[in-house]
């Protein structure tokens, strides 16, 4: 018994090809790509609000309110000296409370620059005793500022930003709603 042997073709369905190869881009495009953004976002967020480090309660969050509570410590022991409508006073108190109700990093980070700022105008103009007793607030304050300027948040954020603002990743977050973190001075 003899087998006969018949020539084997494959018919390739072309379009059917080009509709899979077309469907599978664009999934990747606009499914997975603002899957793999918002990763990235919420990494940088959970680093802002509870560092690097497991079990240790460094962040920038934390740091920020321990910032915004000496600089209310800060504006009660120069009202006295200065008044209590001083402008520099208020943003002390402005800025701390706009950190403790703050729901996003942005205006945390907007409020830690005008306390850093403010505190440097209200403690060089007080003298004497109430300097004395501003002293402690004003270099707790001083040393958060350096402290979170160094926070490795900000190296996450730039991460998160570069990779957002790369094509095509900065067209998927336009149409998205996905902002760039900030960082500071932005």
Not at 116 to 123: E, F, I, M, P, Q
């Amino acid at each position: 018994m003899s087998r006969q042997k018949t020539d084997v073709s494959f018919k390739e369905n072309t379009r059917l090809g080009v509709i899979v190869l077309i469907v599978c881009v664009l999934v990747s495009i606009f499914v997975l790509g603002p899957v793999k953004l918002n990763g990235a976002r919420r990494e940088a967020e959970k680093v802002f609000r509870n560092g690097t480090e497991e079990g240790i309660t460094v962040s920038v969050y934390t740091d920020l309110v321990a910032m915004a509570e000496n600089a209310n410590r800060l504006a009660n022991f120069a009202q006295d000296q200065l008044g209590e409508d001083n402008q520099d006073i208020l943003t002390l108190k402005e800025s701390a409370k706009n950190i403790l109700d703050a729901k996003n990093e942005k205006t945390m980070l907007a409020a830690y620059s005008a306390i850093a700022l403010a505190s440097d105008n209200v403690y060089t103009r007080l003298t004497g005793s109430a300097k004395d007793d501003a002293k402690g607030a004003y270099v707790n304050i001083d040393n958060y500022v350096s402290t979170i300027k160094r926070d490795s948040y900000f190296s996450y954020a730039d991460d998160f930003n570069h990779k957002r603002n790369a094509f095509p990743a900065v067209i998927l977050a336009s149409l998205f709603g996905i902002d760039e973190m900030p960082t500071l001075g932005k």
